[in-house]
């Protein structure tokens, strides 16, 4: 269930809104994006992946709310997270190599 936006790392963009299948979210005009119906996140971590600054956390446990209550840091470490964790990341390396089907592309050129 989707639980942080980062006000310091929020560029505005509001790709995670666009990206959300269940309208979680409500566009805040020079501000970030607001968490506006939070029961309606299906956990599809679509926001969070698609987030170019990893300002987002989704918790992956979508029956309850798990907000972060530890200091700054705890909260730093987590944004991101799933998207980093799959290889989205920023300063993240392709996985395309290890795919076996990436072989094919090899062969087509």
């Avoid at 809104?17 to 970030?32: E, K, L, S």
């Avoid at 840091?73 to 964790?85: D, H, I, W």
């Amino acid at each position: 269930m989707i639980e942080v936006i980062s006000t310091t790392r929020c560029t505005g963009c509001n790709i995670c809104v666009t990206a959300c299948p269940t309208n979680v979210f409500d566009i805040v005009r020079g501000q970030p994006p607001r968490i506006a119906r939070q029961d309606d996140c299906q956990t599809c971590f679509m926001c969070e992946l698609y987030c170019p600054v990893d300002a987002l956390y989704v918790a992956p446990d979508p029956e309850h709310k798990h907000p972060l209550k530890a200091d700054a840091a705890e909260v730093e470490r987590s944004l991101g997270s799933y998207r980093q964790a799959i290889g989205w990341g920023r300063k993240a390396a392709t996985a395309a190599p290890a795919d076996p089907t990436f072989e094919l592309l090899l062969r087509a050129h």
